[in-house]
């Protein structure tokens, strides 16, 4: 565990540097809309389809930015939730063979004490759209 824990960093952060000038052209149009894919609370917004600044010229900007949050939390609560199973069986497995060996039941013990940290950290995601919307006075 205390190796796996700085791979997964670095490999994020490295991730985090490459990704932008790999996925993003150069030269790209600055854009006017969006497609909702998410109901994002604010009456004013589309529930589905799509938000320009044509069809809302006041509000589209917040709605895009809103359902651009809905969806970047959705995908991190999800990936959370399946890391979060994956280490509770694998605390589980190594309570299960532990053979009576303390070290090891507190070894897994651990480990299904981090993934309900994790848990609660996936919980906290699906939060987050309505403290936006909160500061942002919507």
Not at 36 to 53: A, F, I, N, Q, R
Not at 121 to 138: S, T
Request: aromatic share 10%; glycine share 10%; net charge positive.
């Amino acid at each position: 565990m205390k190796k796996v824990l700085p791979v997964l960093v670095l490999g994020g952060l490295l991730a985090a540097l490459v990704l932008p000038a790999v996925a993003a052209p150069a030269q790209q149009e600055i854009p006017t809309g969006c497609k909702m894919k998410y109901d994002v609370g604010v009456s004013e917004c589309p529930k589905s389809g799509e938000c320009s600044e044509k069809t809302h010229p006041e509000i589209w900007g917040i709605c895009c930015l809103l359902n651009s949050i809905y969806t970047a939390t959705s995908w991190f609560f999800y990936i959370l939730i399946i890391l979060s199973v994956i280490m509770i069986i694998w605390g589980a497995f190594g309570i299960l063979f532990a053979t009576g060996d303390p070290e090891k039941m507190k070894k897994g013990r651990g480990t299904i004490i981090y993934a309900m940290v994790g848990i609660a950290i996936a919980l906290f995601a699906r939060v987050i759209p309505a403290i936006v919307r909160f500061v942002m006075g919507v």
